[in-house]
C-alpha cells in the first residue's frame, strides 16, 4: 500500500483553472501506475486520469482535453492540471494507485466550481 497526501483544490468560477498535486510515499514511486479519483455528493468515486509508470496517460471522456495528469519522479507526486472547469467537476479529488489500494484513499481535497 501506499500512503498520499492530496493538495491544490479550492473554489473557482466556471473557466477557471486549478492544479491539484499528491505526494505518494510507502513504494516505489517510479515503477508505480497512479491515478485521480473523484467523489461527488450521491455519487460513486470514479478514475478521472491515470499514468503509467512510463508516463503513458488515459482519461475519463467527461474530462478529455482538459484535464491533464503529469508525475514528478524526482518529488514522489503526481498532478493534475484542471482546465475549462465546470460545475459538474464539483467533487473531492483523491490520488491513489491504479488500480487502488482500498487501504491508500486519503482525505482527498475538495474542488468546487461555481457557475
Known amino acids: 500500500q501506499v500512503q498520499v497526501v492530496e493538495s491544490g483544490g479550492g473554489s473557482v468560477q466556471a473557466g477557471g483553472s486549478l492544479r491539484l498535486s499528491c505526494v505518494v510515499t510507502?513504494?516505489?514511486?517510479?515503477?508505480?501506475?497512479l491515478g485521480w479519483y473523484r467523489q461527488a455528493p450521491g455519487n460513486q468515486r470514479e478514475l478521472v486520469a491515470g499514468i503509467t509508470a512510463f508516463g503513458g496517460t488515459k482519461y475519463a471522456d467527461a474530462v478529455k482535453g482538459r484535464f491533464t495528469i503529469s508525475r514528478d519522479n524526482a518529488e514522489n507526486t503526481v498532478y493534475l492540471q484542471m482546465n475549462s472547469l465546470k460545475p459538474e467537476d464539483t467533487a473531492v479529488y483523491h490520488c491513489?494507485?491504479?488500480?487502488?489500494?482500498?487501504?491508500?484513499w486519503g482525505q482527498g481535497t475538495q474542488v468546487t466550481i461555481s457557475s
Open positions: 510507502g513504494r516505489i514511486f517510479s515503477i508505480t501506475a
Open positions: 491513489n494507485t491504479n488500480p487502488p489500494y482500498d487501504s491508500s
